[in-house]
């Protein structure tokens, strides 16, 4: 997740900068992740939400899906519950969804 990739990026950097990078910023970068990685637990729930995921931040943090097979209910931060039945349409956080886009359930619906 985002801790990784600060720890990359922390690599780069003394390679860049021939494995002199001072220790200061090696401090900055820590804590950096660590601020990073507690606030994105606190956005989206019990995943989280990966701010690092997309090259292009998001537009908006829900998205409208179609289920393409019946699924049964997924429960919403809010604890509102959602039926996913074929065919069904819904707007629905895109940190909620990006699970079951993957498995096959739900397809995002491109304006």
């Not at 003394?14 to 804590?31: D, K, Q, Y």
């Not at 519950?81 to 886009?101: A, D, G, Y």
Request: with cysteine; net charge positive.
């Amino acid at each position: 997740m985002a801790g990784e990739r600060a720890v990359g990026l922390v690599r780069e950097l003394r390679g860049a900068a021939g494995g002199n990078l001072p220790p200061f910023r090696v401090e900055w970068f820590s804590r950096y992740k660590k601020s990073l990685a507690t606030y994105m637990r606190s956005v989206g729930g019990e995943e989280g939400l990966d701010l690092t995921q997309d090259i292009k931040p998001p537009k908006s943090l829900y998205i409208e899906v179609r289920c393409l097979r019946d699924y049964g209910e997924l429960e919403i931060d809010d604890g509102t519950t959602v039926l996913l039945k074929k065919n069904s349409q819904h707007f629905l956080p895109r940190w909620k969804c990006e699970q079951l886009i993957r498995q096959g359930v739900l397809e995002h619906i491109l304006s």
